[in-house]
């Protein structure tokens, strides 16, 4: 391996709430890097995996559901969002839920449209796709809206046609010195996926607004305590009310997610821990710029000189 044939770079993913992209995120990182729900916008922060080989290193980014914000969390998602495709991105993976109404990507196509670096047309769920016509139809349509580089038939979720995908990627990224060290698969530390696989959980056990009202924050995260890492969380919701509904009747929700957490928390750490959840109350969570900063969604910006 020569520096004039190494290739690296980053590939943003980028498509509706529930396209899959936290999915094709696990399957090119080899594991459960990427929280993924059936419901949408689970993704709150852009997320990388690198993967990595002799000859290149591709820096896949997931980031959040493109939406229309409705309060400051989702304008910081949908910052996200726009940094990374006009600002970082090498190759766009435009993700089409092959199986769903395509008219809501329209926001989207007219923001891609001032993307300069390649666009890969990705459909994805294509194992629940039957009519095979469905899917010359929306490429046909897609390719008459965008400039395609390529175009993927794929399904994230069984991992078919990943590989032939990433060796697209690949080809596609310019000739580069590699961005991270070998063996590094993500950018973040353990405390942060501790938090999103919390939050994860909550997602799959509640209903309605509770998901969406709920911020985890990691208060302690110790190694190595016996033959347990230990993890203290605070589980933060907008209002009062929400607290008995996450904790249940007698604590036997909270309890199951305690369970719930743990699992998941070890099987992405690959050794045992031990989680504490506790709930608290921080109003209006969502809309605060103080409380968005704490939690992480927001860089505080310096006081000028």
């Not at 495709?85 to 435009?94: G, K, M, N």
């Not at 459909?123 to 993927?152: C, M, S, W, Y």
């Not at 036997?252 to 957490?261: E, G, H, P, V």
Request: charged fraction near 25%.
């Amino acid at each position: 391996m020569t520096h004039t044939s190494f290739k690296s770079g980053f590939a943003v993913l980028a498509g509706l709430p529930n396209a899959g992209k936290s999915t094709l995120l696990n399957q090119v990182a080899g594991g459960l890097l990427s929280a993924v729900t059936p419901k949408a916008q689970t993704t709150r922060q852009n997320i990388l995996a690198i993967a990595q080989a002799d000859d290149y290193q591709i820096v896949f980014v997931d980031t959040p559901g493109f939406l229309k914000p409705q309060y400051k969390l989702q304008q910081t998602m949908a910052a996200c969002v726009d940094r990374a495709v006009h600002e970082e991105a090498d190759v766009v993976l435009f993700m089409v839920d092959a199986s769903a109404d395509y008219a809501p990507n329209a926001p989207l196509v007219e923001q891609l449209k001032k993307v300069y670096c390649p666009i890969f047309l990705v459909l994805n769920k294509i194992d629940v796709v039957r009519d095979p016509a469905r899917l010359d139809a929306l490429e046909k349509q897609i390719t008459g809206e965008l400039k395609i580089a390529k175009k993927f038939r794929i399904s994230a979720a069984k991992g078919v046609n990943v590989d032939a995908l990433k060796k697209a990627v690949a080809a596609a990224l310019p000739v580069s010195p590699a961005y991270f060290p070998p063996g590094q698969w993500t950018d973040r530390w353990e405390r942060f996926y501790a938090a999103e696989f919390i939050r994860e959980q909550i997602f799959l056990l509640y209903q309605k607004e509770i998901p969406y009202s709920t911020c985890v924050e990691v208060e302690k995260f110790t190694e190595n305590l016996g033959d347990k890492n230990f993890i203290r969380a605070t589980i933060y919701v907008e209002r009062e009310s929400q607290k008995p509904i996450l904790i249940g009747k007698g604590g036997a929700k909270i309890a199951q997610l305690r369970r719930q957490s743990q699992k998941r928390v070890e099987e992405f750490l690959g050794r045992p821990c031990r989680v504490e959840l506790n709930v608290a109350v921080c109003p209006g969570w969502r809309d605060d710029t103080a409380s968005l900063e704490k939690f992480g969604y927001l860089i505080k910006e310096e006081e000028p000189l």
